[in-house]
């Protein structure tokens, strides 16, 4: 999987947030005495596709096993695909980086869920991994902040974002009772072109050069606006939860060494 255990534990920003419970789906299931009849079977089958199941837990749950549909197989559960229902939905996408789905375990085995890619693209999953990126903006935002003052930032966004729109509407807002700095106004990008462009504002992220953080900034903005629209598909395959993977490891890393709050949290019991 992407992260171990000790990784994982550190990378945890909103516990009280977003659990696996949340994030699962209902579980078909599949008596385990129905395997030995191919006429049966054919038809759970029939309806499994037709109701978009990919996977279908066997009863009963202490067998570990699932009906793959595509391959029309019984495959064995691992050990790292459980996790508890309290647990944050980043415990899910690490467990999907490497397996299919992650089985949502509860007390009463009625509640229990099963966790696809697939939920990954649903507005429940969006809402929590937003908040990693704008904590990490907002972060970056009072770095700059700290830096530079109004006049300052306006010469030096003019230099790096020629034609951006943000101080157009940093001067639209404060004609009215707006009394904000200018960065308030920028997207990922004029916060990535910032960085890149001042030395002390590299280092302070960590970034050996502007090519290494136009990298970094380009997979956070890239998931962020996944996260932040709803009609967009985040998740296709592995590979996508793996590189989602990256990207909040790469926002957190950015948000504490901006001078964001670290991450601290009690695992829920």
């Known amino acids: 999987m992407y992260w171990n255990k000790e990784n994982l534990d550190e990378l945890i920003r909103f516990a009280i947030e977003g659990s696996a419970a949340e994030l699962g789906s209902p579980i078909h299931f599949v008596a385990k005495a129905d395997l030995n009849s191919g006429e049966v079977m054919e038809e759970i089958n029939e309806e499994l596709r037709a109701n978009g199941f990919d996977y279908a837990s066997i009863r009963p749950y202490r067998e570990r096993n699932y009906y793959d549909v595509q391959s029309e197989e019984v495959l064995p559960i691992a050990e790292e695909q459980y996790v508890r229902y309290k647990e944050v939905m980043l415990y899910c996408i690490n467990i999907l980086t490497e397996y299919p789905f992650a089985m949502v375990v509860h007390p009463d085995k009625a509640s229990w869920k099963i966790a696809t890619r697939a939920d990954l693209n649903t507005r429940t999953a969006k809402e929590y991994l937003y908040s990693y990126y704008s904590e990490t903006a907002r972060a970056i935002s009072e770095l700059i902040e700290s830096e530079y003052n109004a006049d300052e930032i306006q010469n030096l966004y003019s230099d790096v974002r020629s034609g951006g729109p943000a101080i157009e ?10 009394d904000l700095h200018p960065v308030e106004f920028m997207s990922i990008a004029d916060l990535k072109e910032i960085v890149a462009d001042v030395k002390s504002l590299r280092d302070d992220l960590g970034f050996s050069s502007k090519t290494k953080c136009r990298e970094a900034f380009d997979l956070v903005e890239k998931y ?9 598909t985040m998740i296709l395959d592995k590979d996508d939860v793996r590189e989602l993977a990256e990207s909040l490891e790469i926002a957190s890393n950015m948000t504490v060494r901006a001078g964001g709050d670290e991450p601290g949290f009690e695992i829920p019991p």
């Open 224 to 232: 962020r606006n996944k996260t932040m629209h709803g009609y967009r």
């Open 169 to 178: 509407y940093w001067q639209k807002a404060s004609v009215g009772d707006v």
